[in-house]
């Protein structure tokens, strides 16, 4: 049925009616997901070559309470992202990360501050509108907003110089990713992109005020 079929008094549609957004754009991730269409390009310093693996993964953002610092307010999500090869479901992930995602309405900033345990960890930002689809996290070393930071071993061997990740609401329900760490090998003695892409279907809804822990 089409959304002109579907009018309601007024002139709007049953499309338009979102709820009062307070997420932002953020709104639509709240729940669990899992995803088995992982690409993920990155250097394997064993076989000293780049190269593809695929991997399933598992991920959950849950709504934490109102921000409030100073004038500052803002809404948000907790989350963990985990990873595993295929054929290693059964095995340690190779991959795990968690972190916040945060809505500052007042600025229309979407922000990602997340860590992993090589000893990196980044705050990375960028513009979104309350219902944007799909939304930007930009970061690099030394910024004075969004930067990253990495420990000693990470610096002399796989320097980051720069991180960008994109956020897709797709329209069918579904969670996209794309990301792309530049790294400077030590190595290779040049610059690399580590990418990962992966698309998640929602498995569980997520209602905190009626969960018990």
């Known amino acids: 049925m089409s959304d002109e079929a579907r009018k309601l008094s007024g002139g709007v549609t049953m499309a338009e009616i979102m709820g009062p957004r307070k997420l932002g754009p953020l709104t639509p991730l709240v729940g669990e997901w899992e995803g088995d269409v992982g690409v993920d390009l990155s250097y394997h310093n ?64 979407v922000i990602r501050c997340f860590a992993v345990p090589r000893g990196l960890a980044i705050l990375a930002g960028g513009d979104a509108g309350p219902r944007d689809k799909s939304f930007k996290f930009k970061s690099e070393p030394g910024s004075a907003s969004y930067g990253l930071s990495q420990n000693k071993y990470l610096i002399e061997r796989a320097r980051a110089i720069a991180f960008e990740c994109t956020f897709t609401v797709n329209d069918d329900g579904t969670f996209s990713y794309t990301s792309d760490l530049v790294l400077k090998l030590a190595a290779t003695g040049r610059e690399m992109h580590h990418t990962d892409r992966n698309t998640l279907h929602l498995v569980k809804r997520i209602h905190p005020s009626t969960e018990k822990t």
Request: proline content about 5%.
């Open 46 to 109: 064993k076989d000293d070559e780049t190269t593809q693996t695929g991997y399933f993964e598992r991920a959950w953002f849950r709504p934490i309470p109102i921000v409030e610092n100073g004038l500052q307010t803002m809404e948000g999500l907790n989350y963990e992202m985990t990873a595993w090869r295929h054929g290693e479901e059964a095995m340690d992930p190779f991959h795990d990360e968690v972190g916040y995602l945060l809505w500052d309405k007042a600025n229309k900033q």
